[in-house]
């Protein structure tokens, strides 16, 4: 099965608002975590990503947190804005194995105006 | 820089036929990736590349699918004898080394195969 998931499918926020898109990980292994933003149409678009020796890692407007103990991924979008609304994935990676990203069934963000 | 490169963007087949997606990665990346994505669910992957070679194929169907990177041209993933099951946005992405090494992968924007 996989091993990556999300808490919520859906997540609706008003214009301005925070949001917080939440992800549990079952691989203990996984050292690489990224999160990708999805708009309709088109393809997954980086956001940021964090490695397993860091818990906290900020960008432009986003911050995402890893919870080694509870294998637990958060993304955070700060002042969050109608162009936000898409699909948010996180995937996985385990750096010294395959290459291949396992990614999560993602949480459809919608921003109301 | 140009993104990563797919196409064509739509392809509608009917069953029995063969379906050829392209994919050219970014300039200077030398790794290619193909995923895999059905309505409402997120992407699988398929099969990795470098230059004339595979390096993982775990995720690729045993059967009518194949993928190659030839040292010229774009990355191709080939599926034959499509049938229903198949219908659904193929994904390629590329990076310029490895994830261990720092590296990131980006997408491009997909090709949408649909079999009748």
């Known amino acids: 099965g996989e091993s990556v998931g999300l808490h919520l499918p859906t997540l609706s926020v008003q214009e301005g608002d925070n949001s917080i898109i939440n992800c549990a990980y079952s691989n203990s292994a996984s050292d690489y975590f990224i999160w990708y933003k999805q708009e309709s149409g088109k393809g997954p678009q980086f956001i940021i990503d964090i490695r397993s020796n860091m818990d906290k890692r900020q960008g432009q407007r986003v911050t995402v947190l890893l919870n080694k103990t509870v294998k637990h991924l958060s993304l955070q979008i700060a002042a969050t804005q109608p162009g936000d609304s898409a699909v948010y994935f996180c995937?996985?990676?385990?750096?010294?194995?395959?290459?291949?990203?396992?990614f999560g069934k993602g949480t459809k963000l919608t921003v109301n105006p | 820089n140009a993104g990563v490169m797919q196409n064509p963007r739509h392809l509608v087949r009917r069953r029995g036929q063969e379906a050829r997606l392209r994919c050219s990665p970014m300039?200077?990346?030398?790794?290619v990736y193909w995923y895999r994505q059905l309505p409402e669910e997120g992407l699988k992957f398929m099969v990795y590349?470098?230059?004339?070679?595979?390096?993982?194929e775990s995720g690729m169907p045993k059967e009518r699918f194949s993928a190659e990177f030839p040292k010229e041209g774009p990355s191709i993933l080939r599926i034959q004898q499509v049938v229903r099951g198949d219908s659904a946005a193929y994904f390629c992405a590329s990076s310029p080394g490895l994830a261990g090494a720092g590296e990131t992968q980006y997408f491009g924007p997909g090709t949408r195969l649909l079999v009748l």
């Open positions: 995937a996985e990676l385990t750096q010294g194995g395959s290459e291949k990203l396992v």
């Open positions: 590349l470098q230059k004339e070679n595979i390096i993982d």
């Open positions: 300039k200077g990346h030398s790794h």
